[in-house]
T-cell receptor, first 113, second 115 residues
Framework: DTEVTQTPKHLVMGMTNKKSLKCEQHMGHRAMYWYKQKAKKPPELMFVYSYEKLSINESVPSRFSPECPNSSLLNLHLHALQPEDSALYLC????????????FGSGTRLTVV | AQTVTQSQPEMSVQEAETVTLSCTYDTSENNYYLFWYKQPPSRQMILVIRQEAYKQQNATENRFSVNFQKAAKSFSLKISDSQLGDTAMYFCAFMRWGTGNQFYFGTGTSLTVIP
């Protein structure tokens, strides 16, 4: 298995809703990442987990809450989002060191209404 | 801080022709990695090619090759025999060795292959 699987592919949520994005990989990677990407822009790093521990938080608002329950699974919990949070959310994984690059999922397209 | 610059926001190429996408970066590090990622309309970021800074030999992957000029801090991507499936956004990325895996992405080049 050489894939990173993200669910759901599309999500529409209201500003008072609580939802979660899910990311799963079975490549034995011990580093996992959440990126936010606006249209025609590069991905922006949000969080890095290494060996299931949060190692980087790029000053992301608390309405985004990451969770890494095990080495294969990464969640992003969403609560009280704003319309400007609408974006493509990409999950990626890599071996620690990332010398061979990341493997990305196909993303969740999030729309906040 | 590391910066990665892609000076060509949009490019187009005729099918079967060759195109070169430019990328420059700024760093004081000596050990690092460089990558080109492709993002087609399907959204998934796909690794095209990687280069280790300590290797002088330019990386090649089938129709894709790079021109890595370490002194000039330049890392261009050449696509030969362009195909319609090469239509995508292309991002250049930099990663310092041993820094916890953080990538620095360029602003991207939108490439269109014209039939």
């Amino acid at each position: 298995d050489t894939e990173v699987t993200q669910t759901p592919k599309h999500l529409v949520m209201g500003m008072t809703n609580k939802k979660s994005l899910k990311c799963e990989q079975h490549m034995g990677h011990r580093a996992m990442y959440w990126y936010k990407q606006k249209a025609k822009k590069p991905p922006e790093l949000m969080f890095v987990y290494s060996y299931e521990k949060l190692s980087i938080n790029e000053s992301v608002p608390s309405r985004f809450s990451p969770e890494c329950p095990n080495s294969s699974l990464l969640n992003l919990h969403l609560h009280a989002l704003q319309p400007e949070d609408s974006a493509l959310y990409l999950c990626a994984s890599s071996h620690w060191g990332a010398n061979y690059g990341y493997t990305f999922g196909s993303g969740t397209r999030l729309t906040v209404v | 801080a590391q910066t990665v610059t892609q000076s060509q926001p949009e490019m187009s190429v005729q099918e079967a022709e060759t195109v070169t996408l430019s990328c420059t970066y700024d760093t004081s590090e000596n050990n690092y990695y460089l990558f080109w990622y492709k993002q087609p309309p399907s959204r998934q970021m796909i690794l095209v090619i990687r280069q280790e800074a300590y290797k002088q030999q330019n990386a090649t992957e089938n129709r894709f090759s790079v021109n890595f000029q370490k002194a000039a801090k330049s890392f261009s991507l050449k696509i030969s025999d362009s195909q319609l499936g090469d239509t995508a956004m292309y991002f250049c990325a930099f990663m310092r060795w041993g820094t916890g895996n953080q990538f620095y992405f360029g602003t991207g080049t939108s490439l269109t292959v014209i039939p």
